[in-house]
């Protein structure tokens, strides 16, 4: 059975070669769909995590599948539905995508000299291959249909609920965007916690304004998370954000328009920091994915929370 270390090692291999072929692996092409977004189970609706929407991205864009919805082989056939058979032209092995589940593992000791009993406990990392909903037959329901592009435009509503709904203090002037993070304790601090970011239409496409906005709501939830950015770094710190901009843009239908070119005064420092440390974009896309689903938890708690009551 493979180890952790060399299962880490085979997808950082993976995606530093995307990187370096020109692929950000976490920037969703913007497709418009029912069933777009970010890479969930069928079966559980749950968006996959950590390093998986990397490797499920990778997947959607080698074999141009639009589909967020994946599942294992057997899951299907619970379902009624039938995985395609690979074609020809594709590889043995690349046809499914082998994504990464952590189980816990609890490993108990016996002292031989006084019978005390201790536990270790870490995560043993195992491998699952599964299928995206356009690779499969009987399953219309979860499958993208065809858009036409130039008649399906953007709705950026669901960003504007999500960024109006965190309460963040974003002050629109200058033409630099970024965070200033909390001076003192926080939420105790005397200044900052507050984005600054240059008014809406300043950005050309509209949806670069989003995509800003979300990067720096991700540095804004670093102390609310509590992750240290100090200590983790200041590359580890923009890959998180970044990251995590993308996840979120792809679950809110947000046009992503930037490309390598944008992002180049970063990429060779996290390539080089990936090539150095195989467990490097492990944790960050791990705090990406928590990031994530932190700034969509506003919008789910506004949609949970019930109408007041009106007094007649």
Known sequence: MPTNASIRSQITEQLVQAIEGGVLPWRRPWRRSPNSGRAANVVSKKPYNGINPLLLELHRLEHDLGSRWYATYQQWEQLGCQVRKRPDHVEQGRWGCRIVFYRPVTKRHVDPTTGDESEDRFFLMRTFVVFNADQVEGADEWQTSDDDPGVAMPDFEPADELIGATGADIRHH????????????????????????????????????????????GHWSEVRLGWDNQQQGYAMGELVAEMASSFL?????????????NHAAYLQSWLKEMKDDSAFIFRASTQASKVADYLLGFVEQEAARPEPAIVV
Do not use: C, N
Request: net charge negative; charged share 25%; hydrophobic share 30%.
């Open 174 to 217: 200058g033409d630099r965007a970024y965070y200033k993070r909390p001076i003192g304790p926080w939420p105790h601090h005397s200044d900052g916690d507050f984005i600054v970011v240059p008014h809406k239409q300043r950005f050309d496409p509209l949806g670069s304004y989003y995509e800003t906005v979300l990067h720096e709501l």
């Open 249 to 261: 843009a792809t679950e809110l239908g947000v046009p992503q328009a930037e490309g390598l070119e």
